[in-house]
C-alpha cells in the first residue's frame, strides 16, 4: 500500500514560511494529481492545491498568490511553499494522491501561525 510521508510543518510567526513537503513510497504516475489539504479544529478538510502534470495549477481562492505548489516526478514527491502566512493558516495539513475514483491520504503536519 502507498505512504505518503509529510513533513516541514511547524510554528510560525504571522508573515513567515514554510515548506512541507510529502514523498511516496511508490510511483505517483504523473497524470495522478497530487497535492494538499488541510483541516483547521471544528472545520470540514478543504482543498490548499493540487498539481496534475500538464496542467495549470489549482489553488484555494483564500492562498492564491502566497502558496505556491510543485511536484518532483522522479522522486515521487509534491512541496508547497507557504510564504506570507496568516493566522486562519493554521491546520493540520495533508498530501493527497488522487487514484482511480479514489484517494491516497497521509498523516498529516500540523501548521500553527501565531498572530
Known amino acids: 500500500q502507498v505512504q505518503l510521508v509529510e513533513s516541514g510543518g511547524g510554528w510560525v510567526q504571522t508573515g513567515g514560511s514554510l515548506r512541507l513537503s510529502c514523498v511516496a513510497s511508490?510511483?505517483?504516475?504523473?497524470?495522478?494529481?497530487m497535492g494538499w489539504y488541510r483541516q483547521a479544529p471544528g472545520k470540514q478538510r478543504e482543498l490548499v492545491a493540487t498539481?496534475?502534470?500538464?496542467?495549470?495549477?489549482n489553488y484555494a481562492d483564500s492562498v492564491q498568490g502566497r502558496f505556491t505548489v510543485t511536484r518532483d516526478n522522479a522522486r515521487n514527491a509534491v512541496y508547497l511553499q507557504m510564504n506570507s502566512l496568516k493566522p486562519e493558516d493554521t491546520a493540520v495539513y495533508y498530501c493527497?494522491?488522487?487514484?482511480?475514483?479514489?484517494?491516497?491520504w497521509g498523516q498529516g503536519t500540523q501548521v500553527t501561525v501565531s498572530s
Open positions: 493527497y494522491v488522487r487514484r482511480g475514483t479514489g484517494g491516497l
Open positions: 511508490e510511483t505517483i504516475w504523473s497524470s495522478e494529481t
Open positions: 498539481r496534475r502534470s500538464g496542467r495549470d495549477p
